[in-house]
């Protein structure tokens, strides 16, 4: 069975950093695109970074630029996400998701990932 697991969430202080793991079972993760989504309450579900299958990374939201990072480890079966100088307006659940077939690109929206994770919290506040 495909499943997707992230970790790593929390609460920080603004300006804090925060990685997130997202870790595969039932498939190589290598083999496909995977992409960070958020979810903060009251919001509806935003992408926030992706990266493709042959290591390109597509940026969903502006505010994260300069911020934020995503990258993988195949020897762990795992992608990561990176988040640097943490906003309270970056308090949100984080999913990792990927697509159905392997060697898809980053989709332009969440409709075009199949695989989500349960999320995990990021909490910033003082």
């Known amino acids: 069975q495909l499943q997707l697991v992230e970790s790593g969430g929390g609460l920080v202080q603004p300006g804090g950093s925060l990685r997130l793991s997202c870790a595969a079972s039932?498939?190589?993760?290598?083999?496909?695109?995977v992409g960070w989504f958020r979810q903060a309450p009251g919001k509806e579900r935003e992408g926030v970074l992706c990266?493709?299958?042959?290591?390109?990374?597509?940026n969903y939201v502006d505010s994260v630029k300069g911020r934020f990072t995503i990258s993988r480890d195949g020897a762990k079966n795992a992608v990561y996400l990176q988040m640097n100088s943490l906003k309270p307006e970056d308090t949100a659940v984080y999913y990792c998701?990927?697509?159905?077939?392997?060697?898809?690109?980053?989709?332009?929206?969440?409709?075009?990932?199949?695989?989500w994770g349960k999320g995990t919290l990021v909490t910033v506040s003082a």
């Open positions: 998701a990927a697509p159905r077939h392997y060697g898809a690109s980053c989709p332009p929206t969440s409709g075009g990932m199949d695989y």
């Open positions: 039932g498939f190589t993760l290598d083999y496909y695109s």
């Open positions: 990266i493709s299958f042959s290591g390109g990374t597509t």
